[in-house]
């Protein structure tokens, strides 16, 4: 321990005098408030008429709005696997054709040799904290507390048919709130958990306010069973849902004020953003995709395009951000902003949007891989985007391979209503050398979603 933290200060020392302009006082703190379900038409500034964000949508006045910021998956686990490591779900095995969430019986999660966001910034003495869902493996190897971060208070993996449970004539959600690697309270009362999650990010944000910190809080909400606090009851005139979002927005303005309070907000980058699209299938307990089509767990624009809002006073400039970014550029683009070179033993599929955020340049990415599972059913290069498959978000035996590809123009059709492959077939040619050589970077691994154990069903 004594040698790990001498080796932790000599890097900090070293990166002060050997890369310029990032002197240690200089590192700035990193927030990701992170919903779970969340869509592209949920917030105001998105363009939902009845559900009231004014605490994201100031960010939004205040930052960049960005209106094509894509996710690694369309359903959780590969997306927050993404988002973690920087790199695509496929690399690190966390993703499977059939078993697309790791689960209550999973065996396997985020492999040891994978570098997380929080073990990347460690290099530079940054303190993290994860506050909120992990879903990434819930055996203790796989904890946060074992893949770089210092702190973790939330849940291990998310609500499913295999947590639903009835009690005396009840149906409960048989889940446990954790802190460290110890359980709390089971089955957590989940109509608390937005509240004490943002109690617990105050606190650790009053207590690192002396350190550079990372802060990663993942909201279980508004993700079904939607579950509010009393103060949030009938407060939305969307209902339930809008209850939820409304309250994870008052969440979002205590980060704020207390940034604020402790006079930290401009050395403070915060990012608000969601895992996937909505659960169109909840019906009034899922959100919407807005003028986007599709949803959570399918490859059109709505599973996997997001809100996202980017916020450091004195940094970034107000903006309405059109270029192409994934929470998988967030791991180089923290990295640089930190002064920590990235590491060069591995292949990342994350772009550093530094310049786009200090608005001195454009985002380098050109191109969005639309994954379901381990295969590549989707394309994004440039305005276009090529479906080799598709095939609806649940329930239905529906995939469909096309040949030629659907082609969309997605800067004059978000909406995907308008096949243009017979107009653009040197379109189409391109993107499909894009994926010839994109599938030549892939090298096979071990498939962590696969690993899970027998489950004896009693009738």
């Not at 895992?275 to 986007?292: A, F, H």
């Not at 090529?386 to 978000?414: C, I, M, Q, W």
């Amino acid at each position: 321990m004594v040698m790990s933290r001498l080796i932790i200060v000599l890097v900090n020392f070293l990166s002060t005098i050997l890369l310029p302009g990032k002197g240690k006082s200089d590192l700035p703190n990193f927030v990701i408030i992170f919903c779970d379900d969340l869509g592209y038409g949920d917030i105001g500034v998105y363009g939902h008429p009845t559900i009231r964000t004014p605490n994201v949508d100031r960010l939004a006045f205040e930052g960049q709005k960005w209106t094509s910021f894509y996710n690694a998956a369309s359903v959780s686990t590969p997306s927050r696997a993404g988002l973690l490591t920087g790199r695509l779900p496929v690399r690190s095995g966390m993703c499977n054709d059939t078993i697309r969430v790791s689960t209550p019986n999973s065996l396997g999660g985020l492999p040891q040799s994978e570098i997380t966001i929080a073990e990347q910034l460690s290099k530079a003495g940054y303190i993290s904290a994860c506050i909120g869902k992990w879903h990434v493996g819930h055996l203790p190897q796989f904890l946060p507390l074992n893949n770089g971060f210092d702190y973790f208070e939330g849940l291990p993996y998310a609500n499913g048919g295999m947590t639903r449970k009835v009690v005396n004539g009840k149906v409960i959600f048989d889940i446990p709130l954790m802190r460290g690697n110890e359980e709390i309270e089971r089955p957590v009362d989940q109509s608390t958990l937005t509240k004490r999650y943002t109690e617990a990010a105050l606190k650790f944000i009053e207590q690192n306010a002396g350190n550079h910190f990372f802060l990663y809080l993942a909201h279980t909400m508004p993700h079904v069973p939607l579950s509010r606090s009393h103060d949030f009851v009938d407060v939305s005139l969307r209902g339930l849902y809008g209850d939820v979002v409304e309250e994870i927005d008052w969440s979002v303005g205590e980060i704020i004020k207390k940034l604020k309070d402790l006079g930290i907000e401009k050395n403070t980058l915060v990012v608000f953003t969601s895992d996937n699209g909505p659960w169109l299938t909840q019906k009034l307990n899922g959100g919407s995709s807005g003028i986007l089509s599709g949803e959570k767990g399918d490859t059109y624009e709505g599973g996997f395009r997001v809100p996202a809002v980017f916020w450091w006073p004195g940094t970034i400039e107000p903006d309405v951000i059109m270029d192409a970014g994934t929470t998988m550029d967030l791991f180089p683009t923290f990295s640089v902003l930190a002064g920590i070179p990235m590491p060069k033993d591995r292949i990342y599929d994350g772009y550093d949007l530094s310049k786009v955020i200090c608005g001195t340049g454009k985002s380098g990415r050109d191109i969005v891989y639309y994954y379901r599972g381990t295969r590549v059913f989707a394309i994004r290069k440039g305005a276009y985007k090529a479906h080799f498959v598709t095939k609806s978000a649940y329930g239905r035996d529906d995939e469909k391979k096309h040949d030629p590809p659907l082609l969309f123009n997605l800067e004059t059709d978000p909406s995907e209503k308008y096949d243009i492959a017979s107009q653009h077939p040197d379109v189409i040619e391109d993107i499909e050398k894009v994926l010839e050589d994109h599938l030549k970077t892939l090298t096979p691994v071990e498939n962590q979603l696969a690993k899970t154990q027998r489950v004896s069903i009693v009738r």
